[in-house]
């Protein structure tokens, strides 16, 4: 989180692209708190997608064919 406030002191828009649904980085510590969350992890605090009034959800993917995409977003995030 400190990487991306660092970042947006000198930058008019960040653009994070993740999916929360994916598999953590391997932590080999404890972190107290939320600090070892990733930096879309602790802005989407617990959403499945980013609020409408924090930036855009872009629905449709280009990287597979929209019927394997489909069963994926039926299967996994809702």
Do not use: W
Not at 23 to 30: F, G, I, K, N, T
Not at 33 to 50: N, V
Not at 55 to 75: E, H, N, W
């Amino acid at each position: 989180m400190a990487n991306l406030i660092a970042a947006g002191t000198c930058a008019r828009n960040i653009a994070m692209l993740g999916d929360q649904m994916q598999l953590a980085q391997p932590v080999q510590c404890v972190h107290p708190g939320r600090s070892g969350e990733s930096s879309l992890d602790f802005l989407l605090d617990g959403a499945s997608t980013i609020a409408p009034c924090r930036g855009i959800f872009l629905a449709t993917s280009y990287r597979m064919r929209p019927k394997v995409c489909q069963f994926i977003s039926d299967a996994v995030y809702l």
